[in-house]
């Protein structure tokens, strides 16, 4: 399963990407038309195959929408489940930062995970961390780091095995270098993942993103969405209708989504609300840096439910971290086989 992407549907033959299922590797392969224009380690797609992959771009295969346009599901004649990007020529980039991220996407595998029952405990934590990961190299590997602005949950993209990759990279800024703070841009994102100093006065900084990232840890554990309109009033927005839970400790159990069925250790929960609760914090400096997330989670990650039970001392991102290996963007994102990057 690949992403594709494409520039706006009356433009002919605009399909741009394939992405190999060997990272770095191109392969050949037909279109049905047999169109084989490459770009690097990508094919090119004819439009017409892409509308017919998401029939004809329809509001049911709509997947989410970001800074450069919207995202389709679709699926090509050989029976292959995509992704397809469609460029938005009127969307806060241009097409040159398109193709930067065309030329990305072509070096990296990815999948598109199809529904499935709920989550356990493990697989949450596991997406969690992979998530963090990615945000760790945006944050401390690259120079200079990088804010991303758009950490929301339907930008972590699974695949069969639910290794995360984050992905929608359109709203992503450059941080602040030498002595500057913070950086100031016009104010922009997605409802209910917005840090509040950001959306007051457009100020953005690196704990923007960890705020976001508290959200998205938020949804992991109460299996609601960041903005429902389906709730009562009170419960639209997760942020809003779990602070009074987050805190008081021995209301922690209210947030824990009951279709796990009582699946995990609760002291490992607790830590998780925990880690949300720091990262949700209204005033950015007292919300913990990336890399002490990623220790944390990676305990709990280490604590898989049916094991035996977790000890007490558990890493709390308030704490230093180790000094880590710093590896290239694929390595320094990659568990094992897993990449946190699209």
Not at 14 to 27: F, L
Not at 28 to 45: H, I, K, L, T, V
Not at 259 to 283: D, K, T
Request: hydrophobic share 35%; net charge positive.
């Amino acid at each position: 399963m690949s992403w594709l992407s494409c520039i706006r549907p009356h433009l002919k033959d605009a399909g741009k990407v394939e992405i190999d299922n060997d990272i770095g590797k191109g392969k050949e392969s037909q279109s049905s038309n047999g169109n084989n224009r490459r770009c690097g380690a990508a094919r090119s797609f004819p439009f017409r195959e892409l509308a017919m992959a998401t029939r004809g771009f329809k509001e049911v295969n709509l997947i989410g929408e970001g800074g450069f346009g919207r995202v389709y599901k679709g699926r090509l004649g050989t029976g292959q489940l995509v992704a397809i990007k469609q460029l938005d020529r009127k969307g806060v980039q241009g097409y040159q930062e398109f193709i930067v991220e065309v030329l990305m996407l072509s070096l990296l595998d990815d999948s598109l995970s199809p529904e499935r029952p709920p989550l356990s405990w493990n697989t949450r934590i596991k997406i969690a961390l992979g998530a963090a990961q990615g945000l760790e190299y945006l944050h401390c590997t690259a120079n200079p780091p990088v804010i991303y602005r758009d950490l929301k949950s339907a930008n972590i993209l699974l695949d069969d095995d639910f290794n995360p990759k984050l992905s929608d990279f359109g709203l992503a800024k450059l941080g602040p270098v030498g002595d500057n703070t913070h950086v100031s841009t016009r104010v922009m994102g997605t409802q209910g993942y917005c840090a509040p100093e950001y959306a007051m006065s457009g100020k953005l900084t690196l704990k923007s993103d960890i705020y976001c990232f508290g959200v998205v840890l938020l949804e992991i554990i109460t299996g609601r969405k960041a903005i429902d309109s389906t709730k009562k009033p009170g419960e639209q927005n997760l942020v809003v209708w779990s602070r009074p839970f987050l805190k008081d400790r021995r209301k922690f159990i209210q947030l824990i989504d009951p279709l796990l069925e009582g699946r995990y250790h609760l002291r490992c929960v607790h830590h998780a609300i925990a880690i949300a609760a720091m990262c949700l914090q209204e005033q950015p400096t007292f919300r913990p840096i990336v890399s002490d997330i990623v220790v944390a989670l990676e305990y709990l990650a280490s604590q898989s439910y049916g094991s035996e039970q977790p000890r007490d001392e558990v890493p709390s991102p308030s704490k230093p971290s180790p000094q880590k290996d710093r590896r290239s963007p694929v390595q320094a994102s990659r568990r094992g086989k897993n990449s946190r990057f699209m």
